[in-house]
Antibody
Framework: QVQLVESGGGVVQPGSSLRLSCVASGFTFSTYGMHWVRQAPGKGLEWVAVVWYDGTNKFYADSVKGRFTISRDDRSNTIYLQMNSLRADDTAFYYC???????????????WGQGTLVSVSS | SSELTQDPSVSVALGQTVRITCQGDSVRRYYANWYQQKPGQAPLLLFYGRNNRDNRASGIPGRFSGFISGNTASLTITEAQAEDEADYYCNSRDSSGNHVVFGGGTRLTVL
């Protein structure tokens, strides 16, 4: 079954760290770039980070750059999001999503996980 | 600009036609993708790429159509159904080409 399953969310205090995981199954994970996208409760979607299929490039939203790190492990079909120095405004559902592309250079997110909730509160 | 602008809310009578738009330089320069999100669910891809009209995602009903003209992407729902009530988001790339951007989303209400 083609799917993405996130885990690792929870309630943490401001300034602390948390690592999210996203396990992929049912497709050749190593040939896809992967993203993290978040959504604060009642708000819109916000892109967080991407790691290319081969891990050579990683890009981050300005709001998380320097605090969050995306990585991948093709042996376990998993991507991670290491989140440090967490703030209240990082509170959100965090989704992982698969990147698809075409020969025109277009990219889209064609497969999403169900999300994991991160709540940052004192 | 890397911003994508969407109307916050739109309503449509059951069985009627509604158009949801997404405007921004990124649409003209790159492309626009569309996603549907229902309460408590993950986003679902509807249309993708610069040739929206020809790129309906798998399993999406034919009453949904996509079109891009200039800096505006349009998502049209013909004969809207109650189950189409959801939030709709567009996305593209930012001006650097390396970051993803989302529109603010449009909440569709089916009356």
């Amino acid at each position: 079954q083609v799917q993405l399953v996130e885990s690792g969310g929870g309630v943490v205090q401001p300034g602390s760290s948390l690592r999210l995981s996203c396990v992929a199954s049912g497709f050749t994970f190593s040939t896809y770039g992967m993203h993290w996208v978040r959504q604060a409760p009642g708000k819109g979607l916000e892109w967080v980070a991407v790691v290319w299929y081969d891990g050579t490039n990683k890009f981050y939203a300005d709001s998380v750059k320097g605090r969050f790190t995306i990585s991948r492990d093709d042996r376990s079909n998993t991507i991670y999001l290491q989140m440090n120095s967490l703030r209240a405004d990082d509170t959100a559902f965090y989704y992982c999503a698969r990147d698809k592309w075409n020969n025109l250079g277009d990219n889209w997110l064609d497969l999403w996980g169900q999300g994991t909730l991160v709540s940052v509160s004192s | 600009s890397s911003e994508l602008t969407q109307d916050p809310s739109v309503s449509v009578a059951l069985g009627q036609t509604v158009r949801i738009t997404c405007q921004g330089d990124s649409v003209r320069r790159y492309y626009a993708n569309w996603y549907q999100q229902k309460p408590g669910q993950a986003p679902l891809l509807l249309f993708y790429g610069r040739n929206n009209r020809d790129n309906r995602a798998s399993g999406i009903p034919g009453r949904f159509s996509g079109f891009i003209s200039g800096n505006t992407a349009s998502l049209t729902i013909t004969e809207a159904q109650a189950e189409d009530e959801a939030d709709y988001y567009c996305n593209s790339r930012d001006s650097s080409g390396n970051h993803v951007v989302f529109g603010g989303g449009t909440r569709l209400t089916v009356l």
